[in-house]
């Protein structure tokens, strides 16, 4: 049986049960017994709903501080190539995870290429 049936026939159930016949054992259960465990099964749907709702508020929170983060690293990068005591090629930009210009002239950046493209048929 879906969890999700569960819930709203649960309901539909003690709406009905306590409507017309409250004080009768059906199955062994009691009307109150019954909706004791429905009303733990809304409680917890509740409890989950607020903790989803936090948990998307801190993502929320969390992307904001990540944008913020972006951005100043962004002017961190830009403000060293700017910077007269560093510049584009300083050791500092190497330390950081950025490309130094003296390794963009040097072709360090590309070794990723293929120096000798196969050549002949594909057949």
């Known amino acids: 049986m879906s969890y999700y049936y569960s819930v709203p026939k649960g309901n539909q159930i003690s ?3 306590e409507d017309e016949a409250k004080d009768t054992v059906f199955g062994g259960i009691s009307w109150s017994g019954h909706f004791a465990d429905v009303s733990a099964c809304r409680e917890s749907d509740a409890r989950i709903e607020e903790l989803e709702s936090q948990l ?3 993502r929320a ?3 904001q501080y990540r944008t913020q983060l972006a951005e100043s690293n962004r002017k961190v990068h830009y403000g060293v190539l700017a910077h007269p005591e560093h510049g ?4 500092l ?4 995870g950025y490309t130094r210009r003296s390794d963009y002239n ?3 950046t590309r070794s990723g290429l ?3 493209p196969p050549t ?3 057949n």
């Open 93 to 96: 930009l190497a330390r950081m």
């Open 106 to 108: 040097s072709g360090l």
């Open 88 to 91: 584009d090629d300083c050791s």
């Open 114 to 116: 293929i120096s000798n």
């Open 15 to 17: 709406i009905g049960w």
């Open 56 to 58: 998307n508020g801190e």
């Open 120 to 122: 002949g048929s594909q």
């Open 61 to 63: 929170t969390r992307d």
